[in-house]
């Protein structure tokens, strides 16, 4: 296999020059930079990655952990990230924890064996220790949480104030004549399953509406099939709900798909909004309302914190936690006056 050196040699360059060439330096000419790709390519140079990290010991890999990869919002913030660590010179290891925390616990273990120079990790809804997060921080390797936090756990982090779009998303629903609004919640573990119904809650309470517990229902899994069921049971019990806030959009079409078999006229009986702005969220019918999370620019700040540590130091930085601003997408689902 080629090395740095015999392309030097072969093209008369110095081995600086070659390896500033590869790396898009922007003291190497057009013309110097095509060459030594170009022969790069011809004798199928691979960059020793080993040694590159003797020299900086950086490995330049980065680990990602997702909780779901079937899932619009998560696959943005991984174009993102990916897209963002390809163009600074990093490879991204992704995961998927399929919400298991022996799964992410696992991951997380591995990727500090493999001294990877960040952990990215969105924590799955079963996880209730961290210990294997303060493993990695102890190993002194960035660790950046974002969507699904832990508060215990002192990390940078990036996430969107939950708590104030489902007080938007709620208030709404008020303001376009609800008076008796379910809400379809997460799991009670993760954070930001808590920070939606307490925006919920506290949406109720601002606008003079009494909170009813028995209008909250768990969702599990967060898809069609708990809003459908959870559709059924409401209508049975409580046939004068006006309104619906539910925790993803699969959720709310899952319970719009049961209102409308029943008959229900949405808005006009059940005025219903989700959240993460799905894109089959335009395409249903009614198109559903829904709040935008913004995943591609979640990644974006993720990739920039990351970066930071890596110039400053992961130790010399105070734990930042950077909001990402959310935004209330009105649609048909919720409409119900001229806003």
Not at 171 to 188: E, M, P, V
Not at 196 to 202: D, H, P, V
Not at 318 to 332: G, M, N, Q, Y
Request: proline share 3%.
């Amino acid at each position: 296999m080629k090395s740095l050196k015999d392309i030097a040699k072969a093209l008369d360059l110095s081995v600086a020059t070659v390896s500033k060439a590869l790396k898009d330096y922007k003291d190497v000419s057009t013309a110097t930079k095509l060459r030594v790709r170009a022969y790069a390519k011809e004798v199928n140079f691979k960059p020793n990655l080993h040694a590159a990290y003797l020299r900086s010991q950086k490995t330049k890999l980065i680990g990602l952990i997702l909780p779901d990869l079937n899932h619009y919002f998560f696959n943005s913030i991984l174009a993102s990230i990916v897209e963002e660590a390809e163009q600074n010179e990093y490879r991204v290891l992704v995961f998927c924890s399929k919400e298991s925390y022996e799964n992410e616990k696992q991951q997380v273990l591995d990727l500090v064996q493999q001294n990877v120079d960040g952990i990215f990790l969105s924590i799955s809804k079963s996880t209730y220790q961290y210990d294997h997060l303060e493993e990695a921080k102890k190993q002194k390797i960035p660790l950046i949480l974002f969507d699904r936090i832990a508060k215990a756990i002192n990390s940078f982090r990036v996430v969107i104030d939950d708590k104030k779009a489902a007080f938007d998303a709620t208030s709404h629903l008020i303001q376009q004549g609800c008076k008796k609004i379910a809400h379809f919640r997460g799991d009670l573990i993760p954070q930001m399953s808590i920070d939606r119904f307490f925006g919920y809650k506290e949406a109720l309470k601002f606008h003079g509406l009494e909170f009813d517990e028995n209008l909250v229902y768990i969702c599990h899994d967060n898809e069609v099939f708990d809003g459908s069921k959870h559709a059924e049971t409401l209508l049975q019990k409580h046939p004068d709900v006006d309104g619906l806030f539910a925790i993803t959009d699969l959720v709310a079409i899952g319970a719009m798909n049961h209102f409308i078999k029943k008959g229900c006229r949405i808005p006009q009986d059940i005025a219903v909004i989700g959240f993460s702005n799905w894109q089959i969220a335009s395409l249903v019918t009614p198109a559903l309302s829904s709040v935008e999370q913004n995943g591609y620019q979640i990644g974006k700040k993720v990739m920039s914190l990351f970066l930071k540590t890596q110039i400053k130091g992961n130790q010399e930085l105070p734990f930042t936690t950077e909001v990402i601003p959310s935004k209330l997408i009105v649609r048909a689902s919720s409409r119900r006056t001229k806003i």
